[in-house]
């Protein structure tokens, strides 16, 4: 019976792929600009809501100057943009 394992360490562990940088970038209560990133996302785990536009990747930005707020619809969480003029 052999003691010895087969194969080297690197077959079973894969590669070394770079991490996306995928992530909420603003939080509610934030202030925004108009075109910062809000969310990078990988399909659409948070939704658009309000002051908020989706890109082509489901990067969530926002359309408009304001504060970042998120609630949920439907079971579904939203983020808006609130506009802070008043």
Known sequence: ???????????RQGSKAAGKRLGVKMYSGEK??????I?????????AGEGVGTGRDFTLFASRPGVVA?????GKSVIEVKSTEK
């Open 1 to 11: 019976m052999a003691h010895k394992k087969t194969g080297g360490s690197k077959a």
């Open 70 to 74: 998120t609630r949920k619809r439907s």
């Open 32 to 37: 925004i600009k108009t075109g910062q990133i």
């Open 39 to 47: 969310v990078r996302q990988k399909g659409n785990r948070f939704h």
